[in-house]
């Protein structure tokens, strides 16, 4: 596609309930990165993917949240027994290659955990 | 961990002036990056500049590596600059990047 595909664009989740985030990247693109960004901060590393290896997930809050990338596309960014915490918009971007390139963002999903 | 300082937080201009942002980084790195979020929330990447300097229509950028700090120069600013300024850069060279504080831009007819 165009450009990085994320939805759905807002999600809305009761306390507890699990939660899946999709991000589709620009295809052909190696690198896939997850961000968290609350409201009035910068975006914070989640983690990321070479392919459809997982090379670092240091960023992940608590191991509630997991993410997945198994054919080396599409990304899965899950969530399970949300928490208020949790509400930020989740950002997804994607890059040509490893090793620095420009990075290029999807236009996220807004999370609402009540 | 790597600090990554933008100034100033705030900067509120009428349209037509001209203006510079600045990002400080505290380790040395292999790439800098520019990215502008509007209003809207979309991040729209504006450099990648890992040293000397750019230029795209009316924004350019400078990165002066050695001395740990990158430009952003916003010329004849207008209304559609609005949003936040993020500079992003590697975290110990990886591809893991970590962005600035942000500047806050709103510019005004």
């Known amino acids: 596609g165009a450009g990085v595909s994320q939805s759905p664009r807002y999600k809305v989740a009761k306390r507890g309930q699990d939660v899946a985030l999709r991000c589709d990247p620009i295809s052909g693109h190696v690198s896939l990165f997850w961000y968290q960004q609350a409201l009035g901060q910068g975006p914070e590393f989640l983690t990321y993917?070479?392919?459809?290896?997982?090379?670092?997930k240091s960023g992940l809050p608590s191991d509630r949240f997991f993410a997945e990338r198994p054919e080396g596309s599409v990304s899965t960014l899950k969530i399970q027994r949300t928490q208020q915490e949790d509400s930020a918009v989740y950002l997804c971007?994607?890059?040509?290659?490893?090793?620095?390139?420009?990075?290029?963002f999807g236009n996220g999903t807004r999370l609402t955990v009540t | 961990g790597i600090q990554v300082e933008q100034s100033p937080p705030d900067l509120i201009l009428q349209e037509g002036a001209n203006s510079t942002l600045r990002c400080n980084f505290s380790?040395?790195?292999?790439?800098l990056q520019w990215f502008h979020q509007n209003p809207w929330g979309q991040l729209i990447n504006l450099f990648y500049?890992?040293?000397g300097t750019k230029q795209n229509g009316r924004l350019s950028a400078t990165t002066v590596a050695t001395e740990r700090y990158s430009l952003l120069y916003i010329s004849s600013s207008q209304t559609t600059d609005s949003g936040v300024y993020f500079c992003?850069?590697?975290?110990?060279?990886?591809?893991?990047?970590?962005f600035g504080t942000g500047t806050r831009l709103q510019v005004f007819p």
């Open positions: 992003a850069v590697p975290f110990r060279n990886t591809d893991k990047l970590i």
């Open positions: 993917f070479q392919n459809e290896a997982q090379l670092d």
């Open positions: 971007a994607s890059s040509f290659r490893q090793g620095g390139s420009p990075l290029h």
């Open positions: 500049i890992p040293s």
């Open positions: 380790d040395s790195v292999n790439n």
